[in-house]
């Protein structure tokens, strides 16, 4: 055969055919590769801020909210796809995906893998920690320990019980006042039932100063995520992030933060 004036052999034509269909069909393996990339760094993105909405007080809301999104879309969960702080401060979603090569399958890449990762943090603007709570609106109070932190889980133990190990907390009953105030004295007795526990509910919880007879200073408070009862009759469960009505009268400092929050709008940074 002859092109241009010069004998060209067909099997050259065939093989300078094949060679440009294979480049084309790598063309489109990349374009479609990177289009379903963006793609599902705008799925990811979308269900970062539909799951943000529960932070950072319902971090487990906002974990399952990620999730069943994510489903929704068709897109793989694994167990470390949402990753949510357990103080409800930060959440992370991480997806995974491959795509089926057309003709990338030639050099040896059958499956095409990208991913996508997006993470929002969540911070509290005006916002603080309360400063005073009715008495009968609090479940109960405990000591203030070592180490306290939201989203830690707790095991709470009646104040008249021996043999409480040291990972356990003791509770005690408020008798006054009737409002209770950050820096000043709680009037306690002892507490002999958890009867209203046996079923999952959230509790306030004030914490403690150092003890002085029947008394202790307030030091803040918290919300409790009560699980129930265990085999024992204490009450398990973990501290939360929780927001109350109403605006703060008084900025107190971080060490009277414990998790229960009043004021303040929520600002999401996602990167």
């Known amino acids: 055969m002859r092109i241009g004036g010069q004998e060209v052999k067909p099997t050259w034509l065939i093989g300078g055919g094949l060679g440009v269909l294979l480049l084309a069909g790598l063309f489109f393996d990349v374009w479609q590769s990177y289009a379903r990339r ?33 489903e ?29 090569a057309y003709f990338a399958w030639i050099v040896g890449n059958p499956k095409m893998q990208f991913q996508a990762k997006k993470s929002v943090s969540v911070e509290l603007d005006g ?47 408020i008798k006054g006042p009737a409002n209770l105030v950050v820096g000043q004295k709680a009037v306690l007795e002892p507490m002999s039932s958890f009867e209203n526990y046996a079923s999952p ?37 973990r501290f939360i ?14 060490d009277a933060n414990f998790g229960l929050l009043k004021g303040g709008t929520p600002r999401y940074t996602f990167k």
């Open 72 to 100: 929704k879309r068709g897109l793989p969960v694994s167990d470390g796809s949402v990753t949510v702080a357990p103080d409800g401060y930060s959440l992370e979603i991480y997806v995974n995906a491959e795509a089926t």
């Open 38 to 70: 963006k793609n599902l760094e705008f799925e990811v993105a979308d269900v970062a801020g539909i799951a943000a909405k529960y932070l950072p007080f319902r971090p487990r809301e906002a974990r399952q909210a990620a999730i069943v999104e994510l």
């Open 127 to 173: 916002g603080g920690p309360v400063e005073e709570y009715p008495a009968l609106e609090c479940g109960f109070a405990i000591k203030g320990y070592e180490g306290f932190s939201v989203g830690q889980n707790v095991i709470i133990s009646l104040s008249g019980d021996t043999d409480v190990p040291d990972y356990a907390v003791k509770a005690y009953r």
């Open 241 to 254: 992030r929780k927001m109350v009505s109403g605006e703060i009268k008084t900025q107190l400092p971080a």
């Open 201 to 237: 509910q959230e509790a306030v919880v004030v914490i403690l100063g150092e003890f002085e007879d029947n008394a202790a200073p307030v030091k803040g408070f918290a919300a409790l995520d009560a699980e129930g009862l265990d085999q024992e009759g204490r009450i398990t469960g």
